[in-house]
C-alpha cells in the first residue's frame, strides 16, 4: 500500500492527510490549519512542515498551490502574497518538511483525483474539470493525461460588447457578492462553459468548487452540449491529487 501525505493550500486553510494512491482514500481524519494572514511563502511553509510533522510522515509529499507551477516554481499569485512569483517552491518545501515534495497547481490536482478516483473515472477521452469558487479553477485531462496549468477562468468573455475575464464574471464568489439568483448564474456560467466547450470539445465536463455541493440547484439550468457532472470528492479532491502526484514523479 502506497501512502503519501497530501496537503491542499487555500486561501483561507491549509488541509492535508495521508492518501492510500491505490484507492484514493484518506487513511486518517484530515487536519486543517489556518493559512497564515499575507499567505507568505515562509510562512506556508511552516504550516505544511507542521502537517508532516503531525502526521509523523515520513517519503513524498504533494502539495497544492493556488497558481500556476511549472518544474516545481511558482509563476503566479493571485490570492497569495507576491514573493511567491518565480519561487523554486519545491526546493523551499523539501527544506521545511526534510521530505520530498512535489508542487502542482491546485485544480490541476483535483482533476487528477477526480480522473483516477471521482467523477471522471474510466473516461478515456477529453475530461475537462472547472471549479467555480473564489475564481474559476481549470484542469484538462486527455486519456488520463493531465495538461497542466490552463487557467482557463482567465478566459475573455463579450459581455453587453465589454470584454470580461470569466472568473470575475461567472464565478461562485461573484454569484454570492452580487447576490445572483441560480438562473442569472447558471446563464453566466453555461455563456462560459459554451465558450470552454468550442475551444476543446471535451467527452467530459466535471463542475467542482464549493457549488459541487448544490448541484440539484443549478445543473437543470445549465446549457451545454457536452456530458456534465458534478464533482464527487469535493473537498477531498485537492488532498488526493496532491498524493497522487506526487507518487507518480
Known amino acids: 500500500m502506497s ?3 497530501g496537503i491542499d493550500i487555500g486561501g483561507s486553510g491549509i488541509k492535508g492527510a495521508p ?4 484507492t484514493g482514500t484518506l487513511t486518517a ?3 486543517r490549519i489556518p493559512t497564515p494572514e499575507g499567505a507568505r511563502a515562509q510562512d506556508v511553509a511552516e504550516v505544511v512542515a507542521e502537517l508532516v510533522r503531525h ?3 515520513e517519503g513524498s509529499v504533494g502539495v497544492t498551490f493556488p497558481g500556476v507551477v511549472q518544474h516545481g516554481v511558482t509563476l503566479s499569485a493571485a490570492n497569495v502574497d507576491k514573493g511567491w512569483i518565480g519561487l523554486d517552491a519545491d526546493a523551499l ?8 515534495v512535489k508542487l502542482l497547481n491546485d485544480a490541476d490536482a483535483a482533476g487528477l483525483a477526480e480522473a483516477r478516483f471521482g467523477a471522471g473515472k474510466g473516461e478515456r477521452g477529453v475530461a475537462l474539470l472547472l471549479t467555480f469558487g473564489t475564481g474559476i479553477g481549470s484542469a484538462l485531462i486527455s486519456g488520463g493525461v493531465l495538461i497542466p496549468n490552463t487557467e482557463l477562468g482567465h478566459l475573455t468573455l463579450e459581455v453587453g460588447g465589454n470584454a470580461v475575464e470569466a472568473e470575475s464574471w461567472a464565478s461562485d464568489r461573484v454569484r454570492e457578492t452580487q447576490d445572483l439568483g441560480w438562473k442569472v448564474w447558471a446563464k453566466r456560467a453555461s455563456k462560459y462553459l459554451q ?7 471535451p467527452d467530459l465536463l466535471i463542475i467542482g468548487g464549493g457549488i459541487s455541493k448544490k448541484a440539484e440547484k443549478w445543473q437543470p439550468l445549465i446549457e451545454v452540449k457536452t456530458k456534465l457532472v ?3 470528492l469535493q473537498n477531498e479532491a485537492g488532498i488526493v491529487g496532491a498524493a497522487l502526484y506526487a507518487s507518480e514523479q
Open 3 to 5: 501512502i503519501i501525505l
Open 19 to 22: 492518501v492510500n494512491t491505490k
Open 29 to 31: 481524519e484530515r487536519v
Open 55 to 57: 502526521f509523523k510522515h
Open 93 to 100: 518545501f523539501t527544506r521545511a518538511t526534510g521530505q520530498d
Open 195 to 201: 465558450h470552454v466547450e468550442m475551444l476543446f470539445s
Open 230 to 232: 458534478p464533482a464527487a
